[in-house]
């Protein structure tokens, strides 16, 4: 079984930073892409990074490239998302997602398991 607990959310002011962490537990985390995912109320779950097994494979949203940033670390299970110059539009709440494979993707559908995500809150 396969189980992903985020954390680090919170609330901050526009311009600010936070990083969010996604431990997994369960198997074969070092051979599985890991994504992260974030929905605003009233809006679809849309795609912001995401990490291949190796990290050789990385791709985020146009709308957050260059200002976050995703990594893992295989040996702790973790993958993180670390995020700068945060502005209103995005907050939401932010999913970690794992995949059963190591191939990179971007599309919410090919991800098998869910955390149960992270607030993210940004004041103007």
């Known amino acids: 079984q396969v189980q992903l607990v985020e954390s680090g959310g919170g609330l901050v002011p526009a311009g600010g930073s936070l990083r969010l962490s996604c431990e997994v537990s369960g198997p074969d985390f070092n051979e599985r892409t890991m994504g992260w995912f974030r929905q605003a109320p009233g809006k679809e779950r849309q795609f912001v990074a995401a990490i291949d097994s190796t990290g050789g494979a990385i791709g985020y949203a146009e709308s957050v490239k260059g200002r976050f940033t995703i990594s893992r670390d295989n040996a702790k299970t973790t993958v993180y998302l670390q995020m700068y110059s945060l502005q209103p539009e995005d907050a939401a709440t932010y999913y970690c997602?794992?995949?059963?494979?190591?191939?990179?993707?971007?599309?919410?559908?090919?991800?098998?398991?869910w955390g149960q995500g992270t607030q993210v809150t940004v004041s103007s």
């Open positions: 997602a794992a995949r059963r494979s190591g191939v990179f993707s971007r599309l919410p559908g090919d991800f098998r398991y």
